[in-house]
Structure formats: structure tokens, C-alpha cells
């Protein structure tokens, strides 16, 4: 691990990720400049852990696959490239037989997050360039120099500007056919420049429909039995059963103004806040403020419904979280567990101001 070239890049590659029937891009995380090989671990984690968040089990479950998710997690060296971006070797639009480019300054992550309008160029399948689009580039994303990235801002006069040369756009055709020849018509490409030099970074079929899914993260241990004896569903169980629980929690980081949790996606996970403030809103209108110890979504671990409200990182938020993938098999083979969650269930019930819940 130790002798691996720095800084790297880890992103989420699986069987069935992205393919003709699917495509869950912009759903599971990548992390891009990670500035060491002890940083690795965390990276993968977290790119595991991102297959179980609320937009990414919303798609699974619209696919009809309901399933604990799998993912293989990829390391790469991160390039700081001078241009990146996108090719398709069919045009996705129109199906015409040509290359469809988008590209951008800097790291490809500007053009597939959307966070740009990128130059688009149309290439005839024997090289000849059909169109060119200037874009509207405002920021290229860089390699940050203690890790991570940062948003350069593009001088005004190269915003509008091409940022590839007919040689560049010779070199891409050229590869779109080398990847067509190996890997089948109908490519995705991700790619990039460095100097003269162009690099393939991923090649995957086009998604022409939706898919089947992958990830999840292995358990991290964590001394949370007597934090979770405040959350309801967990209160009355024994400290040893507590205990079994709390080990298969994992920790989790959000960036300011990331979305936990969104209301009226699917949901499998439970999260119990170490440290930050995350606002709760229910269409739209403000409810509360949570904090260190608040806790939400324990339900999703039990009945795999939707979400009844969003959750909103204010800064950065640091949470435990548990997958229903993980809870169910603990619940399922431990009678005692079961049986003390059915009880809470049922004085909860009994507690309800509803009269259509029957007391008796």
C-alpha cells in the first residue's frame, strides 16, 4: 500500500454499474485527490458507503432491485490535467453515427457533475469535425495541494474559447475507434490531456435505458451502546444487544449543504449525529435544527419506505450511520433483539393519539 504513487483517485467501478441498461452516474461518490496511501482506506469506505444514500437506493429500488448493494472500489493516480471530459462514440441525443465530445479545463469533474456548459464538438466517424460549440466555462476544477479540490475561476477571455486544438480532436477519434474496436460499439468515454499525452480513464457501453445495481461498506466498530440508548427504537434493549448494534455502525462525513436525507426518496440507513448541525425541512418549511446526539431515519431500517422529510448538512457534519443491509441479518438471527424491538413497537402504538390504532 505504502509504495503506491500519489496523489491518487477512488472512485466506485463495478459489474452493472454503468452499462447499456444502467447507469448510476453521479450516484455513487468518487474521491479525487487523495494525497496519500494512509488515506486510502477511508476513501474506499466512503465510496462503499455512498451506494447506500437516499438518491442511490431510490434508483435501485425504481430498477426493482432491492438488495444489499456491492460495489468494487477502484485506485487510481490522479492526473492534473490541462483539458478533460467526455466522449460518446454514438451520439446519445440523436443516435447518429458520430463522436459526441464535451470538455472543459481541468479535472473531467466539472463536466460530468454538470457544474459547466462544456465545449461540445460533433466528429464524423472517419474524423472530420462536423461542429464546434464553444461552452460557457467558468471554473475548472484542480488538484488541491493538501488534498481534495478547489474551483479555479477561468479568466474571462477563455471562457467562451475552444479548449481543443483539431489535433487533440484527431487524437480522440482516434481513440474511440481503438475503443470501439475492443470493447464493442456504443462507448462511453471519460479522458484527459496532459501536455501532448491523452489518457483513457474509463470506458463503459452507453446507457440507453436504467440498471442494476452495486456497494456497501464493511462495518466499523464504534463505542456507541450508550448513544443509542437515547434513540427510542433502541432504548429497552439489553447493553450487550446495544452493543452488537452499535458495532456495525460507520462513520460518515457530509460537506456544507449536502443532503442527508431527501423527503420522498427511498431510504436505507439510519444516522446519529457525532458532530455539526444538520435543518430539517418538510416541503420546504423549516422544522428543527439537529446536533451532536440527534438522531433520524431510524424506521427506514425496519419498514424500507420513503423519507418523510429532508435533512441538510449547515457545515460539515460528521454522523454514524447503520444500512438496514447490516441491521436486518443482526435482527433476524438474534430472538431477543426481535422480540424487545416488537415490544417498542407495540407501546408506541399505544401511545399514539391516532384512534384508529387499536389499544386493546
Same mark, same amino acid.
Given at each position: 500500500?505504502?509504495?503506491?504513487?500519489?496523489?491518487?483517485?477512488?472512485? =466506485?467501478?463495478?459489474?452493472?454499474?454503468?452499462?447499456?441498461?444502467? =447507469?448510476?452516474?453521479? /450516484?455513487?461518490?468518487?474521491?479525487?485527490? !487523495?494525497?496519500?496511501?494512509?488515506?486510502?482506506?477511508?476513501?474506499?469506505?466512503?465510496?462503499?458507503?455512498?451506494?447506500?444514500?437516499? =438518491?442511490?437506493?431510490?434508483?435501485?429500488?425504481?430498477?426493482?432491485?432491492?438488495?444489499?448493494?456491492?460495489?468494487?472500489?477502484?485506485?487510481? =493516480?490522479? *492526473?492534473?490535467?490541462?483539458?478533460?471530459? #467526455?466522449?460518446?462514440?454514438?451520439?446519445?441525443?440523436?443516435?447518429?453515427?458520430?463522436?459526441?465530445?464535451?470538455?472543459?479545463?481541468?479535472?473531467?469533474?466539472?463536466?460530468?457533475?454538470?457544474?459547466?456548459?462544456?465545449?461540445?464538438?460533433?466528429?464524423?466517424?472517419?474524423?472530420?469535425? *462536423?461542429?464546434?460549440?464553444?461552452?460557457?466555462?467558468?471554473?475548472?476544477?484542480?488538484?488541491?495541494?493538501? +488534498? &481534495?479540490?478547489?474551483?479555479?475561476?477561468?479568466? !474571462?477571455?477563455?471562457?467562451?474559447?475552444?479548449?481543443?486544438?483539431?489535433?487533440?480532436?484527431?487524437?480522440?477519434?482516434?481513440?474511440?475507434?481503438?475503443?470501439?474496436?475492443?470493447?464493442?460499439? &456504443?462507448?462511453?468515454?471519460?479522458?484527459?490531456?496532459?501536455?501532448?499525452?491523452?489518457?483513457?480513464? /474509463?470506458?463503459?457501453?452507453?446507457?440507453?435505458?436504467?440498471?442494476?445495481?452495486?456497494?456497501?461498506?464493511?462495518?466499523?466498530?464504534?463505542?456507541? +451502546?450508550?448513544?443509542?440508548?437515547?434513540?427510542?427504537?433502541?432504548?429497552?434493549?439489553?447493553?450487550? %444487544?446495544?452493543?452488537?448494534?452499535?458495532?456495525?455502525?460507520?462513520?460518515?462525513?457530509?460537506?456544507?449543504?449536502?443532503?442527508?436525507?431527501?423527503? &420522498?426518496?427511498?431510504?436505507?440507513?439510519?444516522?446519529?449525529?457525532?458532530?455539526?448541525?444538520?435543518?430539517?425541512?418538510?416541503?420546504?418549511?423549516?422544522?428543527?435544527?439537529?446536533?451532536?446526539?440527534?438522531?433520524?431515519?431510524?424506521?427506514?431500517?425496519?419498514?424500507?419506505?420513503?423519507?418523510?422529510?429532508?435533512?441538510?448538512? %449547515?457545515?460539515?457534519? #460528521?454522523?454514524? &450511520?447503520?444500512?438496514?443491509? %447490516?441491521?436486518?441479518?443482526?435482527? /433476524?438471527?438474534?430472538?431477543?433483539?426481535?422480540?424487545?424491538?416488537? /415490544?417498542?413497537?407495540?407501546?408506541?402504538?399505544?401511545?399514539?393519539?391516532?384512534?384508529?390504532?387499536?389499544?386493546?
Amino acid at each position: 500500500m505504502r509504495s503506491l504513487p500519489t496523489p491518487l483517485a477512488v472512485r =466506485s467501478s463495478c459489474v452493472g454499474e454503468d452499462s447499456a441498461g444502467a =447507469s448510476f452516474a453521479g /450516484q455513487h461518490l468518487t474521491v479525487l485527490n !487523495v494525497p496519500s496511501a494512509d488515506d486510502v482506506e477511508q476513501a474506499v469506505r466512503e465510496v462503499w458507503w455512498s451506494a447506500n444514500s437516499d =438518491s442511490a437506493i431510490t434508483y435501485r429500488k425504481r430498477l426493482g432491485v432491492f438488495e444489499r448493494p456491492s460495489v468494487g472500489v477502484v485506485v487510481q =493516480s490522479l *492526473l492534473a490535467p490541462d483539458t478533460a471530459g #467526455v466522449m460518446f462514440t454514438r451520439n446519445p441525443i440523436n443516435n447518429a453515427d458520430e463522436r459526441l465530445i464535451e470538455a472543459n479545463w481541468g479535472l473531467g469533474e466539472a463536466v460530468v457533475s454538470g457544474r459547466v456548459i462544456p465545449d461540445s464538438f460533433r466528429v464524423a466517424r472517419g474524423g472530420e469535425v *462536423l461542429e464546434r460549440t464553444p461552452g460557457f466555462k467558468k471554473i475548472a476544477i484542480r488538484p488541491a495541494p493538501g +488534498g &481534495g479540490t478547489f474551483d479555479e475561476k477561468i479568466p !474571462v477571455d477563455q471562457r467562451e474559447s475552444l479548449c481543443l486544438s483539431d489535433e487533440q480532436l484527431e487524437a480522440l477519434s482516434a481513440l474511440a475507434d481503438t475503443c470501439e474496436r475492443v470493447y464493442g460499439a &456504443g462507448r462511453d468515454i471519460e479522458w484527459a490531456f496532459t501536455g501532448d499525452a491523452l489518457y483513457l480513464l /474509463q470506458c463503459r457501453a452507453i446507457t440507453s435505458s436504467a440498471g442494476a445495481g452495486p456497494t456497501a461498506p464493511p462495518a466499523e466498530s464504534a463505542p456507541l +451502546g450508550e448513544s443509542i440508548v437515547h434513540v427510542p427504537l433502541f432504548s429497552e434493549l439489553a447493553a450487550p %444487544d446495544r452493543d452488537a448494534i452499535a458495532r456495525l455502525f460507520t462513520k460518515r462525513v457530509f460537506a456544507p449543504g449536502e443532503t442527508v436525507a431527501k423527503e &420522498g426518496s427511498e431510504a436505507a440507513a439510519f444516522y446519529l449525529i457525532d458532530s455539526g448541525t444538520a435543518t430539517v425541512t418538510v416541503r420546504g418549511a423549516f422544522r428543527r435544527t439537529l446536533g451532536p446526539g440527534d438522531y433520524f431515519g431510524e424506521i427506514a431500517l425496519l419498514d424500507q419506505g420513503v423519507r418523510s422529510a429532508t435533512v441538510t448538512a %449547515d457545515g460539515e457534519l #460528521v454522523c454514524r &450511520g447503520i444500512t438496514l443491509w %447490516d441491521f436486518r441479518p443482526l435482527v /433476524q438471527s438474534n430472538a431477543a433483539i426481535a422480540w424487545t424491538l416488537l /415490544q417498542t413497537l407495540a407501546r408506541t402504538l399505544r401511545d399514539t393519539d391516532d384512534p384508529r390504532v387499536a389499544t386493546t
